[in-house]
Structure formats: C-alpha cells, structure tokens
C-alpha cells in the first residue's frame, strides 16, 4: 500500500510540475516575443554550454572527477551562466529597462564555462575518506 500511496504522491507532483512549466513558458514566450529567435536559442546553447559540457568534459578527461565534483560544476555553470545572462545588455538594457547593463558581453559562456571547469576540479580534489566511495562508477 505504501508503495502504491508513494507512487500517486510522485504522479501529483509531476502533472503539478508539467503545469507550472507551461505557465512559466507561456510567460517567458509573451516576455520575449520582440526578440530574434535565434538569438534565443543561442542564450539556450550558452547556457547548457556552462553547465553541462563541463561535466562531461571532466567526466572524460579528468580520472578524479567525483559526484560532488559534478554537483558543483553544474550548479556553478547553471547559476552564474544565467545571472550572466540576466546581467547582459539582452536582458538588463532591453527587457528590464535599465540604462546600462551590468556585464557588458552578451555571451556569458567566455566567464562561466572556465568558472564550472575550476569548481569541478577543486571540489574533485579534496580528499576525504568517502572519496573513494562518491568516485563516478562509469
């Protein structure tokens, strides 16, 4: 029974979680309707940029990249690419209004890809006695 009440608990909070998604597109498509298209996606490619290809990259080529290790580089590429990009002259200048932007490049990715790559290795590099056992098994 226990099984079955966790099961409909998990399927409450993922159509929950499909509606807020909708209505958060729904508002990002009214919020940015003047701008190019392409110019959108390529916000979307900077973003998965910083936060995902760093993992991967150190997942292949580094032998003591951690879990943790990978935790960090994503959510350092996550957060500062978009406070990057909020900063930007796209989003601060023309969505927000102000008169300056508070990053002048309109490309986070130059700054928060090399930031994920250094927190991925030196939250790989402390050595605890649980180390060996967070290690990425693949």
């Known amino acids: 029974k226990i099984h079955i009440i966790k099961e409909a608990h998990n399927t409450i909070h993922t159509k929950i979680s499909i509606v807020l998604l909708l209505m958060l597109a729904a508002t990002l498509a009214a919020l940015f309707e003047q701008f190019n298209l392409a110019f959108l996606f390529g916000l979307a490619f900077a973003?998965?940029?910083s936060a995902h290809f760093p993992v991967l990259f150190l997942h292949f080529f580094y032998p003591a990249y951690t879990e943790k290790g990978?935790?960090?580089t994503l959510l350092t590429g996550a957060i500062s690419s978009l406070l990057l990009i909020i900063a930007s002259p796209t989003v601060w200048v023309k969505i927000l209004g102000f008169q300056s932007a508070l990053f002048p490049y309109h490309n986070p990715t130059l700054f928060s890809l090399p930031l994920a790559l250094i927190c991925g290795i030196l939250f790989s590099q402390r050595k605890t006695?649980?180390?060996?056992k967070e290690k990425i098994p693949y």
């Open 70 to 72: 990978a935790f960090y």
């Open 129 to 132: 006695h649980k180390t060996k």
């Open 47 to 49: 973003w998965s940029a």
